[in-house]
């Protein structure tokens, strides 16, 4: 199985700071990875796909980048309603398996 | 507007069963895979399976903590999707999420996801 390790677990940020959060991948998956945001008791959304494209209606602020294991995503100026947390995926081969998450606070 | 809405969930005893619902409007439901997500509480995200459509023979892909306990299944004809949980225990205490999935650029995403059903295992 593909592991995916997220780091750091942890953020302590304020609002207009640059942050990344970086997935590591146990094996390469390509550019097969999303990138979730989740609220206390709310559902995830999905951020980006495809490790890089930015999913409709999400904020041009969040990017993502990289490919095969090591991926980032960064959010250029934080915003008081950017505090969540923040999950990586792969969907490259079954299992799927999720990051442990970045918890992104104030 | 693409909707999700679980159902189903409850407590149940250690080796019981439950069945949970996923009702879809907005979207051509037949056309999706879909997935079942988990979370326990205070812990992060754990995929639990999926289906894929008719045109894929309606196949399913378990996460091995699940596996053989665990059936996902779907009426195209009502737009819902289930997962029969057999065998429980006390860490499958989780919500359970039920998610669309998007096939684009050569994989299947998931979103929306549902707002999620509570299932606690507990004597």
């Known amino acids: 199985d593909i592991q995916l390790t997220q780091s750091p677990s942890f953020l302590s940020a304020s609002v207009g700071d640059r942050v990344t959060i970086t ?14 945001q989740q609220k206390p008791g709310k559902a995830p959304k999905l951020l980006i796909y495809a490790a890089s494209t930015l999913q409709s209606g999400v904020p041009s602020r969040f990017s993502g980048s990289g490919s095969g294991t090591e991926f980032t995503l960064t959010i250029s100026s934080l915003q008081p309603e ?3 947390t923040y999950y990586c995926q792969h969907l490259n ?5 999720f990051g442990g998450g ?5 | 507007e693409v909707q999700l ?3 189903g969930g409850g407590s149940v005893q250690p080796g019981g069963s439950l069945r949970l619902s996923c009702a879809a409007s907005g979207v051509t439901f037949s056309d999706h895979y879909m997935d079942w997500v988990r979370q326990a509480p205070g812990k992060g995200l754990e995929w639990v399976g999926r289906i894929r459509n008719k045109a894929n023979s309606y196949t399913t892909e378990y996460a091995a903590s699940v596996k053989g306990r665990f059936t996902i299944s ?7 999707l289930y997962l029969q949980m057999n065998s429980l225990k ?6 359970y999420y039920c998610a669309r999935g998007i ?9 929306p996801w549902g707002q999620g059903t509570l299932v606690t295992v507990s004597s």
């Open chain 2, 103 to 111: 096939a684009v650029a050569g994989t299947v995403w998931v979103d």
């Open chain 1, 82 to 84: 950017d505090f969540a």
């Open chain 1, 93 to 97: 081969s079954y299992p799927l398996t």
């Open chain 2, 90 to 95: 006390t860490e499958d205490t989780a919500v």
């Open chain 2, 5 to 7: 809405v679980e159902s």
């Open chain 1, 102 to 106: 970045t918890k992104v606070e104030i």
């Open chain 1, 23 to 36: 997935c590591r991948a146990s094996q390469g998956i390509s550019s097969y990875l999303a990138w979730f």
């Open chain 2, 74 to 80: 779907r009426d195209d004809s009502k737009n819902s």
